[in-house]
């Protein structure tokens, strides 16, 4: 094993930091710099950053946009990074000609593009020791969120990193076994009795017992569809990020 | 500057690669692997990654899937990341329950956590000296690539990365100043004389000189709105692919 696969192999998500210990805002700048070079769809660059400091606005973004989950309200940084169709047809316009962006291709490349940008620095981050956590939050407030950040038409909040020294040792989650995810040639689609084993021991783990006993479901599936991510709250969450993917000018 | 973050900054495109020297399956399995450790929605995985190698694959993948641009047909691998919401409902219907992430949320956070594991394949790789591309043809062609790779209903191309060992120094692209995408506290949104001035180096590069003169247009927007990305090809892209995400299961 290659020492830096190892690295990323152990990594873990940090959700509690040690504010004994300060970063200085020239170091994220130095992340950034260097996470924006990832690739991106024809060097149109849509995405932005704004980076949230200072307990009293952590605070503040942390209620109105995050439910106040520790994570992000015990943050000593909060990275708002968002899709940015704004500045790409700002330029078009002001050379006499208009982006045609504004579409589900345009949004998906601005989603993808935006998601390398944060993963690139995610990465460079905790390279640097820093721990890290993606709140899952920010579609879901994405409106709030862009009125504390002063976020302009076109600009729309998609994924928001705490980041801070790590307080913890964090959380490693275990994977479904590799042969799940990868495949060689064609998709192999298991049968009904391969797919149980990929679930095994996941099922099987501690952590999901306890969820399973704690929330008194007949299985860990239901506690995804029943408790954590039912089909109702998918579709309200769906609809009001919709309404803001309109507002941003994107017609998907 | 910390050697890491310079390796991240200096990182480029490889389009080109160099077939005296294999790549192994295991190689391309280490790396997923670790890949795959990168943090997703939920631990629930809603990606798979298909690996074609072998010459007359990755010819008829090239093909029917990447309008045989160089950077797929002349790959050592090419690996297509995929939205899968197949296995994550297959087991809900197991378990007797219903899956409901068909849905923009849903959608959403598939698409950040396929790009995210696709993103930290491309950094391993890199780190292992291997050269990578991003192919954008991938959604362009999604229908033809999932009958090539035996994607089964819910499982949708998103990502498709070429994969060799470099034979050309590769495409460093320049970015545009860092306080174009970086933004603290609040989101400054440039005057336009400022925005103009954030273009101009990007403007005034040799490529982009090349390119304003090959195509003979007034402008370097003219070439991304009249030539690359015109707004037309970004439409019927979208409903291309929009039509494959409903095939898929997802009502966004």
Redesign the interface.
């Given at each position: 094993?290659?020492p830096?696969?190892d690295f990323?192999?152990?990594?873990k998500?940090v959700r509690k930091y040690d504010h004994s210990k300060s970063i200085e805002?020239a170091l994220i700048?130095?992340?950034?710099?260097?996470?924006?070079?990832?690739?991106n769809?024809?060097?149109?660059?849509l995405?932005?950053?704004?980076?949230?400091?200072g307990a009293d606005?952590i605070a503040a973004l942390a209620r109105e946009g995050h439910f106040n989950q520790p994570a992000s309200a015990g943050a000593q940084a909060l990275l708002t990074f968002?899709v940015?169709m704004?500045?790409?047809a700002?330029?078009?316009g002001?050379?006499?000609?208009?982006?045609?962006?504004g579409?589900?291709?345009?949004f998906?490349w601005s989603?993808?593009d935006t998601?390398?940008f944060?993963?690139?620095f995610?990465?460079?981050a905790e390279?640097?020791g820093l721990g890290t956590?993606?709140l899952?939050t920010t579609?879901y407030n994405a409106e709030a969120i862009g009125r504390r950040?002063?976020?302009?038409q076109g600009?729309l909040p998609?994924?928001t990193v705490s980041l801070g020294w790590p307080a913890e040792e964090g959380d490693?989650?275990?994977?479904?076994p590799?042969g799940?995810?990868?495949?060689?040639?064609?998709?192999a689609?298991?049968t009904?009795d391969e797919?149980?084993a990929?679930?095994r021991a996941t099922e099987e783990s501690p952590e999901a017992r306890r969820f399973v006993e704690e929330n008194g479901k007949?299985?860990?599936?239901?506690v995804?569809?029943?408790v954590?991510?039912?089909?109702?709250?998918?579709?309200t969450?769906?609809?009001i990020?919709?309404e803001e993917i309109i507002k941003a000018g994107i017609k998907?």
């Open positions: 094993m290659n830096i696969e990323f192999i152990s990594r998500t805002p700048a130095e992340l950034v710099n260097a996470a924006r070079m990832a690739p769809t024809g060097n149109m660059q995405y932005s950053v704004v980076v949230t400091t606005e968002c940015d704004r500045r790409f700002r330029w078009c002001l050379n006499g000609t208009a982006s045609g962006l579409n589900l291709q345009g998906v989603v993808m998601t390398i944060a993963q690139q995610v990465t460079l390279l640097r956590c993606y899952g579609t950040l002063d976020l302009p600009v998609l994924i490693r989650k275990q994977r479904l590799l799940a995810v990868l495949h060689f040639g064609r998709y689609d298991p009904d797919l149980a990929i679930y007949p299985s860990l599936a239901h995804f569809t029943e954590r991510y039912p089909k109702e709250s998918a579709e969450f769906s609809n990020y919709k998907i």
